[in-house]
């Protein structure tokens, strides 16, 4: 299995390659109950490996270290008992040395595991570490700018800072009412969530082929959009006044000009460059302000074709619920999607934080309606 | 318009005989922040035709109290500030003798209006006025239950205990696939959310024909149901943990048997009697639990001809959100439904508490997925 | 026994007399955890006396009702469960007609016992009992006004406004060195908390013969005393900011001008009047800024026979801590002070609300630091 | 002034010496609001030096960075903007390195003055400055501890686990009624709240010669003292129950054996070693369940020079208030203390983890009753 081995290890490093800039004290400590360190990141992603397949594929496997386990699950119950999700950036211990020398550890016997016979199961599950792997890196970078964001000296990590300032041209993509299929289809790999396929009915509807730019965005706030009852939910309502939210996230006023904190620092906000770090609330404001609508994640995926997407997650107006025959796997792997299906608001599309070979337009991401931390920006429909 | 006219006294009559086994003392209290006093039911619906109706129409209206508007407003922000929620309880001023001044005040000049010429905006206000009635009666009870609960030696409010323990036999009724036309149609009233009507594709499902009962519920309880995290979602397991759930609300073991708080005094728990009062939470495990899954709420509307339903509110599988070409209505009417689309599951149907002609097969309750003390039960789907 | 019992009498009167200005609605909600209703008032007092005399000291007694010993039972841990101190408010039955019978069961119990033979225990119990009774006749007026405060309609409650407005003429005492007597002599009732009597030494120091006045008071507002962390200690600016406090309680200004919630209804703040309602915090951010200090309990009591004291409560800067000597009573009468001795500080002298002959220069009242809703004021020192 | 130099300096070594053990890891997290991270320690102390001093008495000092001020300020409300105390530990940048590079840099600077003539005022502030970075170093052992406790594998910080097993003979001292004189006296340094000096009458009592053992203390637990309401304070009870307490801190029960965490990893317990770890709450509930009391800070002064101390901070039975003719500086330096003079209990002695020159028998340390993470202990009297 050569192409999977190849797979595995560019993954492996990739994660590794996104740690070079740091310094040995950014991994440890922890600054929301939502983000995660990168020493933890590191580590279970590694786990997961060492959990769902080292455990059971190899004979006589040794762990790495006991506590491991209890350290670096993040949320299988079924596996038992863990740290509290608050407590991860306590973990000093084991230094980062260490750390990675679990991961080169771990490396070591994927390596032999995966140059010998390779069974569809083990490849399966290889494949759902990796892509594991994958949705770490973006929560490494996104974890990152956020423990970074609350340091007021804002330490610069990259020279890229991740916002996109690509050329729009406002226009509207006209979509017919019919019958579409919905979900993932074909071999290739998907998330549980993505199935079953299925049909939906779709009304007609027009959807934008532009996001939202900060300078959009900037009218809405100028235009007292945050200060005004009616625009919002009453949920976002109670939201915004509780955390007296009055601009993206990162966003602040410098002498009476909009900044943005990015990972290349605090840098003017650039009207032109598409809006992200907004909630879910604050995309529905805005387009209720607009005067239009966000789009449900079936029209976006019918859409998706004719869109040039990828660079935010895009805000839909759909709950995040199961596809009709959505199947929960047996074991511990079955925690991984079903049971966050509540409460919760899905986003379409990739950012540019998502790693490459890590984006398909079947893809649901999923998030609470205040979460402001990852890259998530707003196309409108009607 | 006698019919109109008759149909806004019978409503208003209909509040005030709910409220007959009422002792002075018990109209003022509130027990939880979702949970308002009898009291404020009472003014707050007759403030609704007030500010609503009569301040418009009536030429040289004189109010009846300018501090009600503060005191009796709910959640309408374009109409100004009002009392904060979880201080309703609080008012012991007005006395009910003077709330029922008021609605004496307000039913005089409703009379006279719809005794002359009513406009079709204004019949279509004073049907909705009549409409919101009708639900505050079905909060005045579930309200007052949940007050009483909280009071050790558990008042008896009634004879007839809203408990149904209609005969079912158990089946299954199989749908087909196909296009199917969901909201309302037609001239009679609805409320807004259940429009715009509009078609949906469903997969084949099977839907019970018969609602979870007591005795079903016990075997999940026995089964250790609540102490199993795999049944249940995450942020379910959270809240079972957070606030101890072990069972049902209202629900008590007294030597080892299971009774429960129902409007007619404690009593022992009828394994033959439809569930009631669990959370979408609780239906989410049990369903789980028991192999199936909830009905989406569209399912339920297109099967609801073949269903025996309207002793619980049953909970569905679908988020609270709008349907395609919803409308916000102007004003103030406009904050009555759409602003609470986020976050909130749907229920369908009706319970023993809900007011006569205030059924619809196309009608969407909607409450928080930890709700318990609204009449609310399991049908399951598969 | 004829004074015991005339004595016993007119206290439970006296209770009755001061709730005849309320409506039934009044007599159950309560508008913050330390704040009970009426009803919980005149319940618990009447408890007090069948709980601790009655049960032992009448053969067969026969409890009036076996559930008020859970309803009414404030905090005697030793006696058993009793109800949640933040639910006090929701019993609205047994109906406050019910609770005057079992005030007048409880009083035609007493007076049979009183008429007897009276042995020095029961003597000693009863008095224990008539002076916890005083006490909660305090208790009912403050909150009461604190629950009228929270009606936007601020109810009046009887013509008496109870804000001094005696005249003052500025003065010190000063008070030599020496070795000074404390604490309760003689054969009088006293609380536990007033022994054991002791000595102290005090150091010289003189001490204001008037108190603040609203009129001082408001100079350190207008010195924004309220936005300047220098005056406060650490726990009081973080208090002061949580709670957004920038006045006496029931302070607010009305077109510019300071106003004042009453007994009476809202009045504007008379500055020659005495100032009431204010916090240690507040106390002691007030003496710093003036550039004085509180006096302590010793110092307060020393003095006390040459000042006039009585309408308000004067914080002391000392914290409640037991008397050499302090010795806790054998059962549940053992409750009644100890267990409060940290984190409270000491007021003395006594205010408009005392019941009368419950007043002495050794009775040491204790509240929280950030308490506010009691008539407490301020005296100066140095 | 050679000798205030060298005490500067061996001061200066000894912080560091203590970090000795330390992985880069260990600086940065902050473990509880109350728990400072070892990184900041070494920042804010050598900050003081640089505010208070350097700042003043350097023509044209270069601060080393501008952000340190409001990174390293702990609590000086007057000098500005600083930190939130609960972000301290998200401080990942600046990073060790540049932290020691501070240290070095600010060694240098007061090198060069205190090489100069030293003034009567610059030698008082690098007094303080050198007492204040004393206090520093015994927060940093007992901070890195409750850190070090919070990850399950219990990390070693050295071989010596600050844990006394002094053998003890019990015995009581008797000390006679009269008038003591209270507070520092002498040119030495003493801290503010030492002052000023003034004169106590104590009645006759009895102090104990001894400290409780965790043998002592294992009693009280075996004979259920942590279940039963009598022995504690009311804020006790509440408290204890709201965090679930049942043991001294970092006690656990390991297959029926207590075990503690401490700085040479999880041990069993020593039943005739000093028990420490004990909040002011288990410190009089032990004390009222033995029969005794905890003595005043006065009477702990008193006796001090015939007891054997220095083991464990003793809790006394004294809130921290300030002493008569207790003086504020001016400035800054004015907040040391007397801002803190409320809801706190004293402690007097010093432990294990104190640093060596600076105990004193007038030494007053004071913190919430609830505090267990000190290295604090119980004396008995009577």
């Avoid at 730019?213 to 949920?235: H, R, S, V």
């Avoid at 047996?330 to 925690?335: D, I, N, Q, Y």
């Amino acid at each position: 299995m050569q192409d999977l081995l190849q797979f595995y290890l560019v993954t492996r490093n990739q994660t590794e390659a996104l740690c070079k800039p740091l310094k040995t004290e950014d991994y440890t400590p922890q600054s929301a109950e939502f983000a995660s360190p990168p020493k933890w990141h590191l580590a279970h992603t590694t786990w997961f490996f060492e959990e769902m397949i080292l455990k059971s594929y190899v004979e006589n496997y040794q762990v790495f270290d006991d506590s491991y386990s209890f350290l670096f699950n993040s949320y299988y119950n079924s596996i038992g008992e863990r740290i509290e999700r608050k407590n991860r950036g306590l973990i000093t211990r084991p230094s980062i040395e260490k750390v990675y020398a679990y991961r080169e550890y771990i490396d070591k016997h994927m390596m032999e595991l995966l140059k010998g016979t390779v069974s569809a199961d083990l490849k399966k599950l290889t494949i759902l570490g990796i892509n594991h792997e994958q949705q770490h890196q973006e929560l490494l970078i996104t974890d990152l700018k956020y423990t970074f964001s609350c340091n007021p000296i804002y330490p610069k990590y990259s020279e890229t800072n991740y916002i996109s300032t690509k050329k729009q041209t406002s226009d509207w993509l006209e979509v017919p009412e019919g019958i579409y299929n919905i979900g993932h289809a074909g071999n290739g790999f998907c998330f549980d969530n993505e199935l079953g396929r299925h049909r939906v009915f779709l009304e007609p509807y027009k959807i934008s082929k532009t996001l939202v730019t900060n300078g959009d965005f900037i009218e809405f706030i100028n235009d007292k959009g945050y200060q005004q009852a009616k625009y919002w939910l009453d949920d976002a309502w109670y939201w915004l006044q509780q955390n007296q939210v009055k601009s993206p996230l990162y966003w602040k006023l410098v002498n009476g000009v909009w900044h943005q904190y990015t990972l290349s620092g605090l840098q003017p906000v650039n009207p032109d460059a598409i809006l992200t770090h907004v909630s879910y609330y604050e995309a529905a404001a805005y387009a209720f302000w607009a005067g239009y609508r966000l789009p449900t994640e079936f029209e976006w995926e019918v859409a998706s074709k004719e869109l040039d997407w990828g660079t935010v997650w895009e805000w839909t107006n759909s709950a995040y619920l199961p596809y009709p025959n959505f199947k929960i796997a047996k074991g511990a792997v079955g925690e991984y999607n079903g049971k966050f299906m509540v409460n919760l608001m899905v986003l379409r599309g990739a950012s540019s934080a998502t790693a490459k070979n890590h984006s398909r337009f079947t893809y649901r991401n999923f998030f609470s309606p205040n979460t402001q931390w990852q890259f998530s920006g707003i196309r409108l429909a009607k």
